[in-house]
């Protein structure tokens, strides 16, 4: 009886024994074979996402994250979603706390420049990520790649066509139609006489839409080289002489430069005849004007064409302990069908190469012109408000200190002096 006992006890140690060793076996490296086809959590990374949304654009980037996901299982995302006014202050905690997020979505390389990851430093190509852009937002810095261009937007025209109609004033069909200046200036003031709109144009009151005259007369703010004021120019006079002139002539209204009045609410109501705004309009105006029809125009040309760039960077921070791991999905979400998707949903213009005319589902002929304007636009503008350390010093004197000029508090030498110095100042204080 004893045997026998001791026979049994003994088949259930080896039993046992074995199956230990055969699961053991299964589980080794933590593959998610051990798992029944699961993820081990313990190799499973979760990156941190600081985002924050103009409209629906969250909704876009989490669907290719999940897309990311499904390809590469070991990678997961949490998004923490901030207002935009807070987004720079919650980085900085998060970053003085020692828990930097692995990427974040911003406006802005200049304040967190020496925390950013250097993406060449991990994506499989480093020249052929770059070359995976076109011109317009700046990205790479002293050879380093801060983050890649998410989408872009650009300057330009958006025209009340009912009363354009009415006025029985045509706006360019083409590039090679583009109206100077002084002829833009008389067809409004045609449109405000005979269009009923009490104005001819609304300028939204912010320094990058105001240099897009600098750059318009062929001036600039700094040299080529970005170390030199070249702001004491007869181009920016003349640039600073033609925005005083339409507000004196009463093309532009007085509330918007010298008030407080929103320049897209004064659109909206049908009394402006222009809005000199951004690509990022289209979407707003899209569902919030009913009463007339509207559209999108050529620039007018000064010496040369220009808009001026903007828009969003994804980028990965230094400390989260993903910096590979994030760098490699921002790879990936830049490719071409990546990019194209997250731009189509959203109405955005795309820097990514071969996604310059995307078939959105609305507008596709205002953005085709926005496009264009950015094509026609030199390196410069992307340059120097790519320089965000130096542009974050100058760019509220820019604007306050025009709306000196309109009110006639400086004259327009005065305006370009003194803005000559405060930029030759900033360029110090940044060189520092």
Known sequence: ?????????????????????????????????????????SSVKILDVVWFSDGKEGDSFKKLA???????????????????????????????????????????????????????????????FINNFGEGLKFVYDDKILGAPMDITANGLIYNKTAFDKAGVKVPQSADQIWTWDELEQDLKTVMAKGGCKYGMVFDK????????????GGSMLSTDLKTSNFNTTEIRNAVTLFKKLHDDKI???????GSEN?????????????????????????????????????????????????????????????????????WISKPENNAQYCKENLFLSQVKG?????????????RIFSDELSATSKQPGAEWGYSSFTALVQNDLRDKMSDVLAGKLTVDNYVTTMDGEITKALKEVSK
Not at 66 to 78: A, L, M, R
Not at 85 to 100: F, P, R, V, Y
Not at 318 to 323: V, Y
Request: positive net charge; aromatic residues 12%; hydrophobic residues 35%.
């Open 1 to 41: 009886m004893k045997k026998n006992v001791l026979k049994k006890c003994l088949s259930l140690i080896l039993a046992a024994a074995s199956a230990v060793t055969l699961f053991a076996g299964c589980s080794s490296g933590g593959t998610a074979a051990s798992n029944g086809g699961k993820q081990d959590d």
């Open 66 to 128: 999940d897309q990311y996901t499904e390809s590469h299982p070991n990678i997961k995302f949490n998004m923490v979603t901030v207002p935009y006014n807070d987004l720079e202050s919650k980085i900085k905690n998060m970053l003085n706390g020692g828990q930097a997020p692995a990427l974040a979505r911003v406006t802005n390389l200049g304040p967190f420049e020496n925390q950013l990851v250097d993406l060449g430093q991990y994506v499989s190509d480093k020249q052929a």
């Open 206 to 217: 912010t320094a990058m839409r105001l240099s897009t005259l600098f750059y318009e007369m």
């Open 252 to 258: 532009i209204p007085n509330s918007v430069w010298l």
């Open 263 to 331: 320049p897209n609410n004064l659109f909206r109501t049908g009394q402006v005849a222009m809005h000199f705004a951004g690509s990022w309009m289209i979407a707003n105006y899209k569902d919030q004007i009913k009463n007339f029809e509207w559209g999108v125009t050529y620039l007018p040309k000064g010496k040369v064409r220009s808009s001026v760039p903007g828009g969003k960077y994804l980028s990965a921070f230094k400390g989260s302990g993903k910096e590979k791991e994030a760098s490699e999905f921002i790879e």
């Open 355 to 367: 996604n310059e005319s995307l078939d959105y589902g609305y507008g596709k002929d205002f953005f």
